[in-house]
Structure formats: C-alpha cells, structure tokens
C-alpha cells in the first residue's frame, strides 16, 4: 500500500475504534449535503417534467392566428395539414362562459374544436378520467373511462374532473352556457327600449333580450383529467359550431388554429415553417412560448435551491478543514518525526489531502444512497408527514399537478453534485494539507 494513502486512512480511524467520531461527523456533513441537494433537484427537476407532460398531452405544439378573430380559417388549415410531421390540425374558439348547472354558476373556459379522429381521437381518450370498474368495484386496480371524448354532437360537452367534482357534474348532465359577448347587445337593447315611443316596440326589444340570452344546452359526454389542475378546473371543450355560435362567429371566422406534430420539442422547426407560408399578420406561437412564465419561475426557483443548498456542502467543508487542521497540530511531532526520517514535503502534504478524498468519496456515495431512499419512498414519507404534522407538502390544488410529488433523477445532475461536493472536500483539506507540508521537523519535534 502507498505511504500516503495508508497513513491518511491510519489517521481517520482512532487507536481502539473502528471509526473516529470526528470522521462519523465530517462524512454526515458531506452526505448530509449531497441528499438534501439531490432530492430537491430531483423534485424540482420532476415538477418541472410533469408540467411539461401535461402540456404537450394536453394543450397543443403551436398555436396561429393574428391577435383577435381569424377570418377565413380554411385556407390556413389546408396549408398547414398538408406540411410533413404534422399529425392534428383543429381551428379552435376560446373564451371564458358563464355556466350554469342546478342553479350555481361558474365562469370556465371554453374551447370549440373540430371532433378529434384517429391517433388524435385516442390521445384524448387516454387523458379521461379514471373510476373503478363497476363490475369489479373492490379492485382499485380496474378502472374504466369516465364517458368518452365525444362531440361529433353539436351539444355535447367534455369538462374537467375539477369542475365536475366542484359541482358534482356526471356524465349526461346538462348545463347551460352562456356567453358574456351578448352582455354588450343587451346594453344596447336595453338604450334603444328606453327611447322607444310605444308599447310595442319595448315588447320588440324585451324579446331580443330574451334571445340573446337564451343558453346553449349541452350535454356532458365525458370527464378528463390531464393531469394539470388549471386545465382540469377551467376547461370545457364542445364542438367548434357550438363555440362560434356563443361568440356571434361565423363559420369561417375562429381565434385560432392548433396544430400538434409529431415531435413537440421540435416545434421551433415547424414554427420557422409556418412563417415562410403565413402572411405576416399570422403569429405563430410554441407551447413553451405559451406557458413561459410557468417554466421560467420553475427553472429560477431550480437555480435558487442549487446555490442555497450548495452552501451546506461548502459549511461541511469549512467542518472538514477545522477537524483536519485540529489533527494537524496534534499530530506535530509525528510529522515533524516523518520528516526528520526523510518523508518528503509532497508526500506529507498528501496524506491529509487523501483523507479530505476519502471524506469527501464515502460522503458522497452515503448521500447518494440516502437520496435514493428518499425518493423511492417519497410519497410515503409525504403522506405520513402530512398526517402526523398536518402539513400539506405538495398541495396539487397549489402545484397545479397532481398525481403525488414528483421527482425525477438525471445523470447531470448527479454528476454535479457528485463532484461538487467531492470538489468542496479536497479544497477544504488542501489548507490542512499545505500547513503539514511547511512545518519544520526540528520546531515540531520541540513542541513536544
């Protein structure tokens, strides 16, 4: 075995046990550290991955239109159905309703498509909600579809499960919608009855109110569950017509069209496509442009626990330099002994070097293992945190996900806390290691 090496791991065990609580302790701080940093990124890196999922299930790859009404939506939707990788093309009308369902109202949002088809059709279909199978109701591991993603129906509807379960909606319920753009209509109505001169033309009015009022009755088909709160309690999808109607539209008038590919983490390339088709009063928008904010305030909070938490592992360094140097100086006499014996400076310097190296090793792998544990059991961990303490870790109505705290581990991320870490402990013990280094042999053998 190498001198260096052999005597640093001499150095880390005491003369009667097998391990030094000084050791036990700068080890705890180092694999403290790596944990802690690990299962956060691996948290926030989830989180963030989750968000993505339940997009790009759920919303589409890019979005076209012109910042209001788009007129003549088919020339659009022609050119861009016919674009290689493109597999879903709908024109979409999106605005918010009043609903009403047994007296309690609500304002959702609402988004007329065209009936999906196909590989679009069953892409939606996945995203229904779950209940248990009602042939085998004690076998929570059977679930069947909570209706079906049906509106070939011009009054069908397919809603959130956060708005059902708000409002205790089931499948082949009714509601009624209603739309705010008749709001200005009814104020105008409303003018002109007040300045008409008879009877009648008042009655003419009251009953134009009366129309423009009059909801639209649709039927509930279906309940999903995208996985993504916000959609989940604000979104009501109903046939494109349907839509137009509530909005006054034409048919060939829409706010947008959606497009799904068959990659979207290269909709940027698509998005360069469309433009050099498009008119430039076309705007064409990704579905990370859409939801930048979410992503950017996940991936600062990311970077804020990196630096924060890092400042653990750079505490347990400055532990690790503080023991060192203390052994240092108790050993004195047996480096300056080394020394008088012919012990050069660089191999004494390494022998306090190597003991920051094997903190810093076995620090890192015992953190590493206990992140492991922590994230395999994470839920668990949550559950009884919550039920004991009363604490709601991940809230998923705050989140806006759900389906239990997320984590996901990448090798980058191991890697860098890994070796930062490792980083953190060699430096600490370099200044440990340079003070054995320059001390004199003669100065050290009298301090005895």
């Not at 990370?288 to 630096?307: C, G, N, P, S, T």
């Not at 759900?402 to 980058?412: E, H, V």
Request: with cysteine; proline share 4%; glycine share 8%.
């Amino acid at each position: 075995m190498l001198f260096s090496p052999f005597l640093a791991s001499r150095y880390l065990k005491p003369k009667r046990t097998f391990v030094s609580i000084i050791t036990v302790i700068s080890i705890l701080g180092v694999a403290l550290g790596v944990w802690l940093l690990a299962v956060v990124i691996a948290v926030f890196t989830g989180y963030g991955e989750r968000i993505k999922e339940s997009i790009l299930g759920f919303e589409p790859h890019l979005v076209v239109d012109s910042g209001g009404i788009l007129q003549g939506w088919p020339e659009v939707y022609e050119k861009i159905s016919k674009i290689e990788g493109v597999i879903s093309v709908t024109p979409y009308v999106r605005g918010q309703v009043v609903m009403d369902f047994a007296g309690l109202r609500s304002a959702p949002m609402i988004r007329g498509i065209l009936p999906p088809e196909g590989e679009e059709l069953e892409r939606m279909r996945a995203k229904l909600a779950k209940t248990l199978d009602p042939k085998n109701p004690t076998d929570p591991t059977k679930t069947v579809p909570v209706g079906d993603f049906d509106l070939n129906n011009f009054y069908s509807a397919v809603i959130g499960d956060g708005i059902a379960d708000s409002q205790n909606i089931k499948v082949g319920d009714t509601i009624l919608l209603y739309s705010p753009r008749d709001i200005d209509s009814i104020m105008q109505s409303l003018d002109r009855m007040e300045q008409a001169e008879d009877e009648e033309g008042r009655k003419a009015e009251v009953n134009e109110i009366r129309e423009m009022t009059a909801p639209q009755e649709v039927t509930v088909t279906g309940i999903f569950d995208s996985g993504h709160w916000d959609f989940d309690s604000n979104i009501i999808f109903v046939h494109l017509e349907t839509a137009q109607v509530l909005y006054n539209f034409d048919l060939e008038e829409c706010h947008g069209i959606a497009v799904r590919t068959d990659d979207g983490f290269q909709a940027n390339k698509y998005q360069e496509i469309f433009h050099s088709f498009l008119p430039q009063q076309y705007r064409v928008m990704t579905w990370v442009q859409m939801h930048k904010l979410i992503f950017d305030a996940v991936a600062a909070e990311r970077q804020a626990m990196y630096l924060i938490l890092f400042m653990i592992m750079i505490v347990g360094g400055f532990c690790i330099m503080n023991t060192m140097i203390t052994v240092t100086y108790q050993k004195r006499s047996e480096i300056g002994l080394l020394k008088a014996l012919g012990a050069l400076e660089g191999q004494v310097a390494w022998v306090f070097l190597v003991q920051g190296i094997m903190v810093g090793i076995v620090g890192v792998v015992v953190g590493l293992l206990l992140a492991q544990l922590t994230l395999y059991f994470r839920n668990d961990m949550a559950g009884w945190v919550g039920s004991t303490f009363g604490v709601d870790i991940f809230s998923e109505e705050i989140y806006k996900v759900d389906g239990g705290l997320p984590a996901r581990q990448t090798m980058r991320d191991s890697i860098i806390i890994s070796v930062g870490a490792f980083l953190a402990c060699t430096v600490a013990s370099l200044v440990p290691a340079l003070i054995a280094a320059s001390m004199q042999p003669a100065k050290a053998l009298r301090s005895e």
